[in-house]
């Protein structure tokens, strides 16, 4: 497996930016497909966007696809997040996971999670 830290959290305003990290050790970082999830208080965990790991393919939720970008520096075993345009409703603790697709459950290995929090 994986070790994973989520970084990069914080508190902002509405249309205002923040780039999430998450630094990857153990096994090697580039042969994995890596996620981002989130989860807000009382609700379930879900996906937010996926790259692969061979092609640097991305996918993303409708509800963040146009505002959130990520991405990922094999060199660094580092997978960023660059959340734009930040809406109250993506107020969530965010989650980097190795795994692929959009199932919580085809990931194995996950972090501890970094809080975004945006006000209105």
């Known amino acids: 497996q994986v070790q994973l830290v989520e970084s990069g959290g914080g508190l902002v305003q509405a249309g205002g930016s923040l780039r999430l990290s998450c630094a990857a050790s153990?096994?090697?970082?580039?042969?994995?497909?890596m996620g981002w999830f989130r989860q807000a208080p009382g609700k379930e965990r879900e996906f937010v966007a996926a790259?692969?790991?061979?092609?640097?393919?991305?996918y993303y939720a409708d509800s963040v696809k146009g505002r959130f970008t990520i991405s990922r520096d094999n060199a660094k075993n580092t997978l960023y997040l660059q959340m734009n345009s930040l809406k109250p409703e993506d107020t969530a603790n965010y989650y980097c996971?190795?795994?692929?697709?959009?199932?919580?459950?085809?990931?194995?290995?996950w972090g501890q999670g970094t809080q975004v929090t945006v006000s209105s």
């Open positions: 996971a190795a795994g692929a697709g959009r199932l919580v459950r085809s990931y194995d290995s």
């Open positions: 153990g096994r090697t970082f580039s042969t994995y497909a």
């Open positions: 790259i692969t790991w061979s092609t640097g393919s991305t």
